[in-house]
């Protein structure tokens, strides 16, 4: 069986994060999962990726991938491509991700699928679904050309544990003077509260300009909490400064796809929709009936939020009680 090359993400504390896993699912469906891993650690993630199916583990153990941003991550995937002949690379589909995937097509004269929120095997080969016009169309695509490389959206798909052998296999790497055109000066662990990263979470709760101003949105905050959920917020209110434009979900903010999203006073604007509806469920609270989000809801509930939400909250208390 071809190999499938999954290219590790990592926390700041090197461990495995949960869109590595998702990809290693994947890649499951299309050949045998080989992680490649960049940086020191890969002894201590061995367990986590053989748990999800890694049969390989491709180690680069060399500080070039923390002294220099995106490039030799790009330059040790176009080396393995030339070595193992891969059915397929999968990365994530984050910033990095995304910009080491259109590297290694350039490296590799290969085809590139980006966002994709499925990945399909197919007569032609490994092709994706990729979501277009604020989620409007959905494109099935496959690459034609070269090795498809895949950047796969965080939390898109759901991770299933399959036992791997996940054998470390070391490899030698030093990156091209061109790789290191670009140099990493500082690194800066953002302060991270008790809540679980947006792009990963398995729960959001988005607030919007119905919470009213900075202090209304703390009901937004207090809903996140008791659900153990991430805090998104649409454009109007990062725009109106209260709370921070890192946590916009949308077309100009983040993308998230999590279990469930909870929309409270948004609205539903085309660019709020891009940014979060390949959610698995989602519910509205909002006072207009008319709301275009409800369109989009599994669940839609009409009211005031600062009736329903606390309502919310004292249910969800009561049932931690029990
Ligand atoms: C190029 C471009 C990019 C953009 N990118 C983004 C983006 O990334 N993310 C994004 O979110 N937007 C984006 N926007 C803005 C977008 O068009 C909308 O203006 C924005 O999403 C509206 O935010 P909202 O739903 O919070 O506010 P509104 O549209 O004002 O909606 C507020 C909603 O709250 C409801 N409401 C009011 N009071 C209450 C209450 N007490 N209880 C319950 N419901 C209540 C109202 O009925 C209404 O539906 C972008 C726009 C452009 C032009």
Redesign the pocket.
């Known amino acids: 069986m071809a190999e499938v090359l999954v290219l590790a993400e990592q926390t700041a504390d090197g461990e495995v994060k949960k869109v590595t896993v998702e990809l290693l699912t994947a890649a499951r469906r299309l050949g045998s999962p080989s992680v490649v891993w960049t940086g020191p650690g890969a002894g201590a993630a061995r367990g986590r990726l053989a748990e999800f199916g890694a049969q390989k583990v491709y180690v680069a153990d060399s500080a070039d991938f923390a002294d220099y941003p995106v490039a030799p991550a790009a330059e040790l995937l176009a080396q393995l491509v030339a070595e193992v002949s891969p059915a397929a690379v999968l990365v994530a589909g984050t910033t990095d991700g995304k910009e080491i995937a259109g590297r290694l097509a350039v490296k590799t004269n290969s085809g590139v699928l980006t966002d994709a929120v499925s990945i399909t095997e197919g007569d032609g080969g490994p092709g994706a679904e990729q979501p277009n016009f604020g989620g409007a169309i959905t494109a099935h695509t496959r690459v034609t050309k070269g090795t498809p490389i895949i950047a796969v959206r965080p939390n898109a798909i759901s991770a299933e544990p399959a036992a791997g052998a996940a054998e470390l296999v070391p490899v030698q790497f030093a990156a091209s003077d061109a790789a290191k055109a670009a140099t990493v000066t500082e690194r800066a662990v953002a302060e991270k509260g008790e809540r679980p990263d947006l792009a990963e979470a398995q729960i959001v709760v988005s607030g919007?300009?119905?919470t009213?101003s900075a202090d209304g949105f703390k009901i937004i905050e207090e809903l996140a909490d008791a659900l153990g959920a991430a805090v998104g917020a649409?454009?109007?209110?990062t725009d109106a400064g209260w709370y921070p434009h890192q946590f916009?979900?949308?077309?100009?903010?983040k993308t998230v796809s999590p279990q469930l999203y909870m929309a409270v006073?948004?609205?539903?604007?085309i660019?709020?929709r891009a940014?979060m509806q390949t959610s698995k469920t989602i519910i509205a609270?909002?006072?207009?009936p008319e709301?275009p989000i409800f369109e989009l809801a599994d669940l839609g509930i009409v009211?005031?939020?600062?009736t329903v939400v606390p309502q919310l909250l004292d249910e969800v208390g009561k049932r931690k009680q029990l």
């Open positions: 919007g300009r119905g009213g649409s454009r109007a209110v916009q979900v949308g077309q100009t903010g006073g948004i609205s539903g604007a660019q709020h940014g609270i909002n006072k207009d709301a009211g005031d939020l600062f």
